[in-house]
């Protein structure tokens, strides 16, 4: 069988000895379908610098197709400085408790 063409999007770098383990099995899964055969395309968040610096030095690019992206910075509504969403999940969470009979 000849391989298959995988997306991969994970929310962690694929480093063995990042902050998490979902780094580690992030890492172990990459190298192993590229080692099978498969021609994978993986997207990745990065949260450290370390992390990110890690990675490209594991999976150079002319053998691995690796995306690394640094989270975007939350949207602050000006003059309160809570986040659109923090307030949007305090309303739906309180509200109801409150109007409720």
Same mark, same amino acid.
């Given at each position: 069988?000849? !391989?298959?063409?995988? @997306? *991969?999007? +994970? /929310? #962690?770098?694929? @480093?063995?000895? !990042?902050?998490? =383990? =979902? ?11 590229? %080692?099978?055969? /498969?021609?994978?395309? =993986? $997207?990745? *968040?990065?949260?450290?610098? =370390?992390?990110?610096? %890690?990675? @490209?030095? +594991? ?8 995306? +690394?992206? #640094? ?15 923090? @307030?949007?999940? $305090?309303?739906?969470?309180? +509200? ?6």
């Amino acid at each position: 069988m000849s !391989g298959r063409r995988i @997306v *991969l999007v +994970l /929310h #962690e770098p694929p @480093v063995p000895f !990042g902050a998490n =383990a =979902a780094g580690r099995w992030f890492y172990v899964l990459l190298k192993g379908l590229v %080692e099978a055969g /498969h021609r994978v395309t =993986a $997207f990745a *968040l990065w949260g450290r610098a =370390a992390d990110r610096d %890690e990675a @490209v030095r +594991l999976f150079p690019p002319g053998q691995f197709d690796l995306r +690394l992206y #640094e989270p975007a910075a939350p949207r602050v509504w000006p003059g309160n400085g809570l986040a659109c969403g923090a @307030v949007f999940v $305090f309303l739906r969470r309180a +509200l109801p408790r409150r109007l409720g009979p």
